[in-house]
């Protein structure tokens, strides 16, 4: 096995976040790195979002997905940086292997790489997950009623729409008021479609506030907060939803339920990691986020296997995937080049042992876990309710007068937005971030 | 108009292994189905269980068929490469009443045939499944799993690949019966079939000297259309989870509750499948409209609290899909439990073989019911064996039928595989890891039209955890391209569950019609 070509880096995925991770690799002094991608271009899926709001934060202007992707693989073309990198489109990884490390420096990985005519293994001292996350279904939420052709996620209808000149409906209700759906509900009604509907179950709308401004208010079309679907119909197309209110305790108030008619299903329920090949190779999984549990410098639980992007924790804005991605890169060819002294793979006790950073009130999660060593940290966390007037606090986790180290002020808090700060951690010491309204 | 010997109604399990056997003799046979392909009725909807024959009163259809069926249905599986699993069952008991009613389902099922049954202990519980709950159980070695839908299809091809025609899509809407000594001298029955959704269409008439009547739930409808009004079949529902595949090594064999005395149904159990997922269900309510197959809200809440109850290791995220089947149950609501099937050629219109009822254990008995049919049909028309009988699983359509699925192949031979043929290189559904190989392979077997929902049947795409996220997206590109099916003709089921509107821009399709 040792035979077969070894990388300093593997990337899987050449979306946003692996075209930035090899950026971050190449910068950081990896020699050779890899980039597996399975679709035939790279850009992942801001191939599909042909609508405008990329780049404000990292080009300070407003891009498209495609134009986004286009600079991000553009700095790869870079003649520094071009000729350590190989892309690997039309490439599916099959398995990823952590190979037992039997000297210090020669730890790493195989992964069997499969694309049309074609199966082999490359090797790899680091790899960096960048696989993006994958929508909930109907059979997630569960969708009550019927399953007739019709109902669609929200991203599958946008690559449909977008890519490949498919059009799913004239009428459609759209469960959910996650970002798609709500990008989505504007583009159905740019093309010449109504959208009878938005709903949430949720009191507040899944996606940014400025979607909710730019996508439904400006065309009129109705967001159903606090509202549940009781039943789909339709035994061949669907023919209609029906929706009802919720009470106070979460319950569908039947009585006041509507009958809206559409052709058309689209939901908007959430999105979760594509975490299998990090469960497969061992890394332990955050319950909330569903990505891997990682330290501060976005390594996994398995030595040498780092995580970023939408595997790592769902983002709402692309331009804080390809920083988080390039620090992942770079951390992943630091300890390619030079790797620490041979580790073992930590248990889940373990892991839970050394977890210095405690989430605490208000929060639904905080990363990074882990804290490895003093130095500048970037936290990000997403809140569990809207509240206005928000502070967020770093503090020991020991109680006492002096324990808050940072406090973080927010006019407006939504669990749609994620909250992004650096920290200075000066001192090795257990931490709690929580927040609270005031 | 060609007068077949026999015009079987249904291609459901029970009228495909009816279908396969007669195909074997020297009549000439056509099988007519409503829906697009085989088995999208009750034969694909149910638990996939292939029952031992405890639970029926002795000397019963239910009894004797399920006993003979099991014990066929491993053979048939294997010549027709239709995965089996022969996992076995326990039937728990909570209380010494219900440990009295094992006693009665043993005595039963001795007095049935059924190999191999025994009470166990909590300790033998505890080892054929660790942590079960209960006082003690019935065990019975002979019960297996197997895929409905693929037994159904593999059953299909092999009474295509001897010579028989399928009409898909076709409804029968009356049927005249033979009068000899009419005026008219009919001599045998003759169908007047609708083609789905073209009511423009003038009705398509097929003749029979013997007509079956494998209907399923529209059997009694078939059976008034011949003037035999005996029966109604009362709708039940059963709801149903699909649980992720990360839970397949959490449950070695069947687990099943004791019944109650005047349940319609087995009660609510986890059930493994043949491609690893674990089903969570069936309910049990009678409904009105034979045809809805909705989940409700009430029920999947009970299914997912049973469901924790009996798997603690499952999470939130491990329920993938929720689907519903319909018993045809001849037991009224008021009277509950069950009535035996109704295997019958009937006296008073000669020629016409009557099957109705026939719920669990239909698939199980499925074989077995076919040979019965079989010697029905030698009473009335004389029988040989056909020459050169097409054995195993049949070449369709020029495509041999490639057993192993390339996700549960090794390394070595998916590099083989792929030598040999690219496209199994080129993934279609991540999920379940079906390549385009596989998918056009499926297409290609097809007996009927292409739709999406056979495809899923044929080769696991969309049946997964992101349940066609990924792929449905590739496969409309596969039958645009490889088929030359235009985006608003392909289908999720047939006429009716047209998918996609069509083109958002006028774009000529290649290969394709080119009106949009």
């Known amino acids: ?438 | 108009m060609k007068i077949y010997d026999v015009v079987i109604v249904g291609a459901g399990v029970i009228g495909c292994a009816i279908a396969r056997i007669l195909a074997q003799t020297n009549l000439s046979l056509l099988i007519i189905e409503k829906e697009p392909d085989t088995g999208f009725g009750i034969s694909s909807r149910n638990s996939g269980v292939v029952h031992s024959g405890i639970h029926y009163t002795p000397g019963s259809n239910r009894a004797v068929y399920n006993v003979q069926g099991n014990r066929m249905m491993e053979g048939l599986c294997r010549e027709l490469k239709v995965p089996f699993k022969r996992s076995g069952k326990i039937t728990v008991a909570f209380n010494e009443n219900q440990v009295d009613t094992l006693s009665a389902l043993l005595k039963q099922g001795i007095e049935n045939g059924v190999p191999g049954i025994k009470l166990i202990d909590k300790k033998e519980m505890d080892v054929l499944q660790p942590g079960t709950r209960g006082k003690a159980a019935l065990y019975t070695p002979s019960t297996g799993i197997i895929s409905p839908y693929e037994l159904t299809i593999a059953l299909a091809e092999s009474a295509y690949a001897n010579g028989a025609d399928f009409k898909f899509n076709h409804t029968v809407e009356s049927i005249d019966i033979p009068m000899p000594d009419s005026a008219q001298q009919r001599e045998h029955f003759v169908l007047q079939t609708k083609y789905a959704e073209n009511s423009g269409t003038k009705p398509i008439s097929y003749a029979a000297k013997i007509l079956i009547n494998a209907a399923g739930l529209g059997s009694t409808d078939i059976a008034k259309m011949a003037g035999i009004d005996d029966y109604t079949i009362y709708p039940c529902r059963g709801e149903y989870y699909v649980l992720d595949k990360r839970l397949r090594d959490s449950l070695n064999l069947l687990i099943y509750p004791v019944p109650g005395a005047h349940s319609s149904g087995l009660g609510i159990h986890l059930t493994n499948t043949v491609d690893g997922n674990i089903l969570i269900g069936p309910s049990n309510e009678y409904i009105i409209d034979d045809e809805d197959t909705s989940t409700t809200i009430d029920i999947m809440k009970t299914l997912r609290e049973e469901g924790h109850h009996l798997l603690p290791a499952l999470g939130g995220s491990d329920f993938i899909r929720s689907f519903s089947g319909i018993r045809p149950k001849l037991a009224p609501p008021k009277e509950g439990g069950f009535r035996d099937f109704i295997i019958e050629s009937r006296q008073d219109v000669p020629g016409f073989i009557n099957l109705t009822g026939i719920e669990s254990p239909g698939l199980t008995a499925s074989p077995a019911i076919a040979e019965q049919v079989k010697s029905l049909v030698g009473e009335l028309l004389p029988l040989r064996a056909r020459d050169n009988i097409v054995r195993g699983r049949p070449v369709i359509h020029n495509i041999p039928f490639t057993e192993q699925k390339f996700s549960t192949c090794s390394r070595e031979e998916k590099s083989e595989l792929i030598t040999r043929n690219r496209d199994y290189g080129s993934i279609v559904c991540r999920c379940e890891e079906v390549t385009a190989a596989e998918i056009k392979e499926a297409a290609a077997r097809t007996l009927g039209p292409v739709t999406f929902a056979g495809i899923k049947y044929r080769t696991r795409a969309m049946m997964g955890r992101c349940q066609g996220g990924f792929c449905l997206q590739r496969l409309t590109e596969i039958l645009r391209e490889s088929f030359g099916i235009a985006t608003d003709e392909q289908t999720l089921k047939g006429p009716g569950t047209e998918l996609f509107t069509g083109l958002l821009r006028t774009l000529q399709e290649p290969g394709t019609k080119e009106s949009l």
């Not at chain 1, 006041?256 to 008619?261: A, F, K, R, V």
């Not at chain 1, 975490?275 to 549990?293: F, K, M, N």
């Not at chain 1, 970023?308 to 995937?321: A, E, K, M, P, S």
């Open chain 1, 1 to 438: 096995m040792n035979n077969e070509p070894k990388f300093d880096v593997a990337i899987i995925g050449a979306g946003p976040a692996g075209l930035a991770a090899a950026a971050g690799a190449a910068k950081a002094s990896a020699g050779s790195i890899v980039i597996i991608e399975r679709n035939y271009r790279p850009g992942g899926i801001l191939n599909q979002c042909i609508h405008d709001g990329f780049g404000l934060h990292r080009y300070n202007e407003s891009l498209t997905g495609p134009e986004y992707a286009a600079r991000e693989y553009d700095i790869l073309q870079n003649k520094e940086i071009a000729n350590k990198i190989t892309l690997l489109s039309g490439t599916f990884v099959q398995d990823l292997v952590a190979e037992v490390a039997e000297a210090p420096g020669n730890q790493g990985f195989s992964l069997t790489v499969m694309s049309s005519g074609s199966i082999k293994v490359i090797r790899a001292a680091s790899v960096v997950l960048a696989m993006g996350c994958r929508e909930r279904t109907a059979g997630a939420i569960s969708l009550p009623g019927t399953r007739p052709a019709g109902i669609f996620t929200a991203g599958t209808v946008q690559r449909l729409m977008n890519m490949q000149n498919i059009s799913v409906g004239k009428r459609a209700v759209i469960i959910g008021s996650g970002d798609i759906g709500l990008i989505m509900a504007r583009r159905l009604t740019l093309e010449g479609a109504e959208v009878a509907a938005v709903t949430d179950i949720q009191p507040y709308p899944g996606g940014l506030d400025r979607n909710v401004r730019q996508c439904l208010h400006d065309f009129n079309i109705p967001l159903l907060l606090s509202t549940g679907i009781v039943k789909v119909h339709g035994k061949k197309r669907v023919e209609g939803v029906t929706a009802a209110p919720l009470d106070t305790h979460g319950k569908l108030r039947l009585l006041s339920s509507t009958y809206i008619p559409c052709d058309t299903i689209m939901l908007s329920v959430g999105l979760i990691p594509e975490h299998e090949l990090a469960r497969s190779v061992g890394a332990l999984l955050d319950t909330s986020t569903q990505g891997p549990i990682v330290d501060q410098h976005l390594m996994t639980t398995v030595p040498g296997l780092f995580a970023c992007g939408n595997v790592l924790q769902v983002h709402d804005l692309v331009d804080f995937v390809s920083k988080e991605a390039e620090y992942a890169g770079s951390c992943a060819a630091k300890t390619a080049i030079a790797p620490p002294r041979p580790t073992h793979r930590l248990s889940a006790g373990e892991a839970q042992a050394i977890l210095p950073i405690k989430v605490g009130s208000n929060l639904r999660y905080v990363l990074p876990h882990t804290i490895l060593e003093p130095g500048r940290i970037t936290l990000s966390m997403r809140v569990t309710a809207p509240e206005v007037n928000f502070r967020v606090h770093v503090a020991r986790l020991e109680k006492g007068a002096d324990r808050i180290l940072l406090t973080k002020t927010f006019s407006r808090v939504s669990p749609s937005e994620m909250l992004r700060f650096t920290f200075n951690c000066d001192k090795m010491e257990p931490l709690e971030v929580y927040g609270e309204s005031f």
